[in-house]
């Protein structure tokens, strides 16, 4: 097979396993719950844990493929997602499965810029669009297959399976890498800031943690709270020191460039309450609606084919109606119909809850990309690694975060109702606290100015620049 196809379907293959087998826990959630004998809230912090691994190893990533060569980096990432993997696999406490999962978030933080970084270097400018549009098909098809696979190997083998069979897959990655990368490494490699990594790192793991764990779950309450508080003091303490480096592990000062700030900040916050959503969906569904793993993951799948719709129209309409037009309005809708999920009952008929999600897949897919295309849209070449290391930690934190909040409020709406097994009932409170906060980025939203990214979106701008805002969207961090 051609060189330029034969690459980016490797990596391809390796980035479909990591997107796939994070769709495929959240359907399985509540039935590793009861195999753990822990409360299914609990779980939360399986979600979290991979998400704030991602968040810590994201940026140092790159560096590390250019100082140690991207077929060792991808080949390691892929040996670590694997052993990750297979600690899940035999887990048999909470504390076990959370440290398995950020164990697989480290070798996932490696995958997806590695993988991308061997293309870039590999192969020729005039095939790099075809092989950088295999790099979407993970990102759009995993999502989709991820839910029923799950639910089929829950239902009807043991959901140790969802993750052994991870095993033969990332095997095989390592032997074709090993085959067919070159081992492209930078002569010239810019010092780590190996104390803004421990900064950050520690940080946002102490204060994720202490979030995550505010409830009854893992640890005493005032271990958590100081979890919080160290993790708060820590990422204060990389401020300051990011100020005083040439080279800092997350440049802040990226936020000064208005169409950045706004798509990472406001981005953030639609991303919050949107990160949610497949960790109380499939609850509600299997615990409130008594559906099996495998019904479950049949209804949550239509999510992310709206995602996989919009994906077809979404360069027309940012070019039709322009950023600030499109992101603030679509955070409304987008948000509304996430908390009109809340109020599905057991007597919802399937095709209007499959009609309401995959609506509102389309909704918020039509954010991601507009969002993904806003926050590049007036960043320069020299400083595009710096924008995609921050931006990636912030996606990878709110949706940790959105997890976090959705898990406080469906705690307080059971204690209230009596703290008895989780009900049907339980559940809209937690919806609609999520659909506010996505909401609430409206007012981030609003202060684009009207032509913001008129480059990038061609809304008012030659046709030719629309065709940018999709194909930069595409080549970043799935929302």
Not at 150 to 169: A, E
Not at 234 to 252: C, S
Not at 432 to 451: H, Y
Request: proline share 5%.
């Amino acid at each position: 097979m051609h060189r330029a196809k034969l690459l980016p379907l490797i990596v391809a293959c390796a980035l479909f396993m990591e997107n796939t087998d994070s769709t495929v826990i959240a359907t399985s959630l509540p039935v590793i719950a009861a195999a753990l004998g822990e409360d299914p809230i609990a779980l939360k912090l399986a979600l979290t844990s991979y998400l704030v691994s991602l968040a810590v190893f994201i940026p140092v990533s790159g560096w590390m493929a250019d100082r140690y060569g991207a077929r060792t980096i991808f080949r390691a990432a892929l040996a670590v997602f694997m052993l990750g993997s297979l600690c899940c696999a035999v887990s048999n406490s909470l504390g076990a499965f959370v440290g398995a999962r950020f164990l697989q978030g480290m070798g996932g933080a490696m995958m997806v810029p590695v993988g991308r970084l061997v293309i870039l270097r590999s192969v020729e400018k005039s095939e790099l669009v075809g092989a950088l549009a295999y790099l979407t098909v993970p990102a759009l098809v995993g999502p989709v297959v991820g839910p029923p696979l799950g639910g089929f190997i829950t239902t009807y083998f043991d959901w140790r399976w969802i993750f052994l069979i991870n095993i033969p897959i990332g095997i095989v990655g390592i032997v074709l890498a090993t085959l067919y990368f070159d081992d492209i490494r930078e002569d010239d490699v810019a010092p780590l800031d190996v104390t803004g990594f421990l900064l950050t790192g520690f940080g946002f793991a102490a204060l994720m943690l202490g979030l995550a764990t505010g409830g009854r779950h893992l640890v005493p309450l005032a271990i958590s709270y100081g979890a919080v508080a160290a993790g708060l003091i820590a990422l204060i303490a990389y401020g300051f020191h990011a100020r005083r480096v040439a080279h800092p592990v997350l440049d802040f000062s990226l936020l000064r460039i208005p169409t950045y700030r706004i798509g990472v900040i406001g981005g953030s916050i639609f991303r919050t309450g949107i990160g949610a959503l497949p960790f109380l969906l499939p609850l509600m569904l299997q615990l409130g609606f008594g559906m099996n793993a495998l019904q479950s993951g049949l209804v949550t799948f239509a999510s992310a084919a709206g995602a996989l719709i919009m994906k077809t129209l979404a360069r027309r309409i940012l070019a039709r109606f322009g950023f600030r037009r499109v992101l603030a309005v679509n955070a409304v809708i987008g948000s509304g119909l996430l908390a009109l999920s809340g109020f599905f009952t057991p007597a919802t008929p399937y095709w209007l809850m499959l009609g309401i999600l995959l609506i509102g897949g389309c909704f918020r897919s039509l954010q991601f990309t507009g969002l993904n295309a806003l926050s590049y849209a007036d960043v320069g070449k020299r400083e595009m690694s710096g924008a995609t290391s921050l931006s990636s930690v912030a996606q990878q934190l709110s949706l940790s975060l959105g997890v976090t909040i959705g898990a406080f409020a469906l705690e307080a709406a059971n204690a209230y109702h009596g703290g008895q097994a989780l009900g049907a009932g339980d559940f809209w409170p937690a919806f609609v606290l999520v659909g506010l906060v996505s909401a609430s980025s409206v007012f981030i939203m609003a202060r684009l100015a009207p032509d913001a990214g008129a480059e990038v979106s061609g809304h008012g701008q030659p046709r030719a620049a629309a065709a940018t805002a999709e194909a930069i969207a595409d080549q970043k961090p799935p929302g």
